[in-house]
């Protein structure tokens, strides 16, 4: 829920945008998804701002979506 499909250059990608309301939560919520992203050897891009943290999740081996994609997006919106 709250995930949007996007397309970049082609590649099929999961986005969400969470919003935390202060850099503090940004930087904090940002640091937990770069635990999680590290303890399953996948990473996401973090778009970082003032109140809020994208969180874009795509395999970069095939170049696109796979299951582990959106076992890591539901993982990230746990988190949150």
């Given at each position: 829920?709250?995930?949007?499909?996007?397309e970049?250059?082609?590649?099929?990608?999961?986005k969400r945008?969470?919003?935390t309301?202060?850099?503090?939560?940004?930087m904090?919520?940002?640091?937990?998804?770069a635990?999680l992203?590290?303890s399953?050897?996948?990473?996401?891009?973090?778009?970082?701002?003032?109140?809020?943290?994208?969180?874009?999740?795509?395999?970069?081996?095939?170049k696109?979506?796979?299951?582990?994609?959106?076992?890591?997006?539901?993982?990230?919106?746990?988190l949150?």
């Amino acid at each position: 829920k709250g995930w949007e499909g996007v397309e970049e250059e082609g590649i099929k990608k999961l986005k969400r945008i969470f919003l935390t309301m202060n850099y503090s939560k940004s930087m904090e919520f940002t640091y937990d998804v770069a635990r999680l992203a590290e303890s399953a050897d996948h990473h996401p891009q973090l778009i970082v701002d003032y109140g809020t943290v994208a969180v874009i999740w795509w395999s970069h081996k095939i170049k696109g979506l796979h299951k582990n994609d959106f076992i890591m997006a539901a993982k990230t919106a746990e988190l949150f």
